[in-house]
């Protein structure tokens, strides 16, 4: 499903979420879609899914808006960090109801999902651990196989053995039926590999659009002597500095060999890393 946003805007009172922002999910994805809190990346994802209007701007889906179209909310499907369900209901109920909203659900993938995670259906939501509640939210985004299916903090609670086997199921089920997945995490270094494309949001302006393998082939950080390093990076794009006791690390656009060619030490830029420099505050990105 084409998604377009179009100098996407959300006010709250005076101050923006999000600031006209534009682009393009032109086809089926892992997105990892990142920034610091406050970014804008919730108040995208609630106006991706139809559950709130923007202010100006707008988000079309296969060329239609998706707030109030049941059509376009059954092919969306949005997993917070909590909240998503309602605390008195029983998981089997949870599974039941969404099993219904989604035509794309897949039975036995639930209760396969059910069985790894160890999930009590008769428990019910108020009784769960945050692991668990954030499990289920996990099984629920999987089993509908939605178009579009938005991960947002998913794993909150889960240890990492957990966390790790999400990710797996996520890649296999991907692999065997491709689907837009948008990813937004505060863990990159644990899922920037499952990424095809990432985006980075900073006090609601988009400020990173690119494939993630153009991302980690682009960019390197190069350290080396102080004034040398200053001198190779004079006309190149510069993403950040660190200084230390006349040595400097410069995080750059550039090749790895290339500096490696000019006698530095060169290495790439994690994507987490990257994110860092593009949003930090006082640099500006």
């Given at each position: 499903m084409r998604i377009e946003v179009k100098n996407l805007s959300k006010k709250y009172k005076k101050q923006h979420a999000l600031n006209?922002?534009?682009?393009?999910?032109?086809?089926?994805?892992?997105?990892?879609?990142?920034?610091?809190?406050g970014a804008g990346k919730t108040t995208f994802m609630d106006i991706l899914s139809g559950n709130i209007l923007a202010s100006e701007g707008k988000i079309l889906i296969n060329g239609?808006?998706?707030?109030?179209?049941?059509?376009?909310?059954?092919?969306?499907?949005?997993?917070?960090?909590?909240?998503?369900?309602?605390?008195?209901?029983?998981?089997?109920?949870?599974?039941?109801?969404?099993?219904?909203?989604?035509?794309?659900?897949?039975?036995?993938?639930?209760?396969?999902?059910?069985?790894?995670?160890?999930?009590?259906?008769?428990?019910?939501?108020k009784s769960l651990s945050k692991g668990m509640e954030s499990s289920l939210g996990i099984i629920v985004g999987l089993a509908s196989?939605?178009?579009?299916?938005?991960?947002?903090?998913?794993?909150?609670?889960?240890?990492?053995?957990?966390?790790?086997?999400?990710?797996?199921?996520?890649?296999?089920?991907?692999?065997?039926?491709?689907?837009?997945?948008?990813?937004?995490?505060?863990?990159?270094?644990?899922?920037?590999l499952l990424f095809e494309e990432v985006l980075i949001l900073q006090e609601g302006s988009l400020v990173l659009q690119?494939?993630?393998?153009?991302?980690?082939?682009?960019?390197?950080?190069?350290?080396g002597n102080t004034e040398e390093v200053e001198l190779y990076i004079k006309d190149k794009e510069v993403i950040g500095k660190k200084r230390l006791a006349g040595t400097m690390t410069a995080y750059i656009y550039g090749s790895i060999e290339e500096a490696k060619k000019q006698g530095f030490t060169a290495e790439g830029v994690p994507i987490q890393e990257l994110m860092i420099y593009l949003t930090d505050g006082k640099r500006g990105a």
């Amino acid at each position: 499903m084409r998604i377009e946003v179009k100098n996407l805007s959300k006010k709250y009172k005076k101050q923006h979420a999000l600031n006209n922002v534009s682009f393009t999910l032109e086809e089926p994805k892992i997105y990892g879609l990142l920034g610091r809190n406050g970014a804008g990346k919730t108040t995208f994802m609630d106006i991706l899914s139809g559950n709130i209007l923007a202010s100006e701007g707008k988000i079309l889906i296969n060329g239609k808006n998706p707030f109030d179209n049941q059509e376009l909310t059954e092919s969306i499907c949005l997993m917070k960090e909590g909240d998503n369900f309602k605390k008195d209901l029983k998981v089997k109920n949870v599974l039941k109801i969404f099993s219904y909203f989604y035509p794309t659900w897949d039975h036995k993938l639930a209760d396969d999902l059910i069985n790894e995670y160890n999930l009590n259906l008769n428990a019910k939501i108020k009784s769960l651990s945050k692991g668990m509640e954030s499990s289920l939210g996990i099984i629920v985004g999987l089993a509908s196989k939605a178009p579009i299916t938005i991960f947002d903090e998913p794993y909150i609670g889960l240890d990492a053995p957990s966390r790790q086997k999400f990710y797996e199921i996520l890649l296999e089920e991907y692999q065997t039926e491709k689907r837009t997945i948008i990813f937004s995490t505060h863990l990159i270094d644990e899922v920037s590999l499952l990424f095809e494309e990432v985006l980075i949001l900073q006090e609601g302006s988009l400020v990173l659009q690119e494939n993630a393998d153009t991302l980690r082939d682009s960019t390197c950080a190069v350290s080396g002597n102080t004034e040398e390093v200053e001198l190779y990076i004079k006309d190149k794009e510069v993403i950040g500095k660190k200084r230390l006791a006349g040595t400097m690390t410069a995080y750059i656009y550039g090749s790895i060999e290339e500096a490696k060619k000019q006698g530095f030490t060169a290495e790439g830029v994690p994507i987490q890393e990257l994110m860092i420099y593009l949003t930090d505050g006082k640099r500006g990105a």
